[in-house]
């Protein structure tokens, strides 16, 4: 079985991902590329923080340590 075309989406979702949290802790306004809603980030409980759109379609969660 041949893994490398799921990894590379894998690889390319989490460089995708790195980039619009770089973006948001920047303090930039970052948009949603599905819905086009802005994408906030907040504390969602102690030790993690969510980036996501007004509509879910972008859900990013964090583990802060």
């Known amino acids: ?3 490398s ?6 690889s390319q ?6 980039k619009l ?4 802790s920047k303090g930039q306004e970052v ?4 819905c086009h809603g802005k ?3 907040a504390l969602v409980e102690p030790g ?3 980036a996501r759109c007004e509509k879910g379609c972008t ?6 340590s």
């Open 1 to 3: 079985m041949d893994f």
């Open 5 to 10: 075309s799921l990894t590379k989406k894998q």
């Open 13 to 18: 979702s989490f460089v995708q991902q790195k």
């Open 21 to 24: 949290l770089q973006r948001l």
């Open 31 to 34: 948009r949603c590329e599905h």
């Open 39 to 41: 994408v906030t980030l």
């Open 48 to 50: 993690y923080a969510s």
């Open 59 to 64: 859900d990013v969660l964090l583990q802060l």
